[in-house]
């Protein structure tokens, strides 16, 4: 009996996702509240609005990662090297978007090939939430409206990449709202980085700001 059930248990083994990346941003794990620190988190920021450690807003005593804008300050970018490659790629995280007041508001999740802060080139999957209330993603060169989410309230993101495909698939809390969506950029075969940005848009009204928590990269 004690063979059969190791048996059973062999193929949940040998399936299991293989974990690159994952991070609560906890004291446990070596962060530390206030500015990034590359070497604990891996993670880097720039911009008048950096990404910072934060205590959580849930009242739990843990802390998560965000960057907060006044009304008329813009926003900030966050970036991560991902040691994944050309090997299918799934993002997940807990993502939650403040808007301005201004239709020009941004708050978007990058994977690609940048090297450094996300800008415009090597991208394949880009999802944005905007000031509309509404969702958006690149799906080649055409944006395309998924979903609508609720300012100020934590939404559950993953994103799923396959570079063999070159698409993605997209969804929040829990529903997929995109499939096999065209890479932004078709020179990108590797999934090597992940960025963060958020933009207050010019006619901001009300603070705002991106807080994510609960990273995970793996392969499945």
């Known amino acids: 009996m004690r063979i059969l059930a190791f048996i059973f248990l062999l193929p949940t083994i040998l399936f299991a996702d293989q974990v690159l990346y994952e991070t609560g941003f906890e004291k446990s794990e070596g962060v530390t509240a206030g500015s990034l620190d590359n070497t604990s988190t891996g993670w880097k920021t720039n911009g008048p609005n ?3 450690i934060i205590s959580a807003d849930d009242g739990s005593g843990g802390q ?3 960057s907060v804008a006044p009304e008329a300050a813009e926003g900030s970018r966050a970036w991560l090297s991902i040691p994944s490659g050309d090997k299918k790629t799934v993002v997940e995280m807990s993502f939650k ?4 007041g201004s239709p020009g508001y941004q708050a978007n999740l990058h994977l690609g090939t940048f090297p450094a802060a996300p800008g415009t080139s090597g991208m394949a999957a880009v999802i944005s939430f905007r000031g509309s209330g509404k969702i958006y993603a ?3 060169e ?5 979903a609508k989410f609720n300012s100020s309230t934590w939404h559950k993101l993953r994103v799923e990449c396959d570079p063999a495909t ?3 698939d997209v969804f929040v809390d829990g529903d997929q709202v995109g499939a096999g969506l065209a ?9 090597r980085s992940l960025g963060l940005t958020h933009y207050t848009g010019s006619s901001a009204t009300t603070p705002s700001g991106l807080a ?9």
């Open 50 to 52: 950096p990404f910072q």
């Open 166 to 168: 070159q698409k993605f």
């Open 212 to 220: 994510v928590d609960n990273v995970k990269i793996s392969m499945p």
């Open 183 to 191: 890479f932004n950029d078709p020179g990108v075969t590797e999934i």
């Open 138 to 140: 690149f799906d080649g």
């Open 142 to 146: 055409k944006e395309r409206e998924l």
């Open 97 to 100: 978007p403040t808007v301005s």
């Open 64 to 66: 998560i990662m965000a």
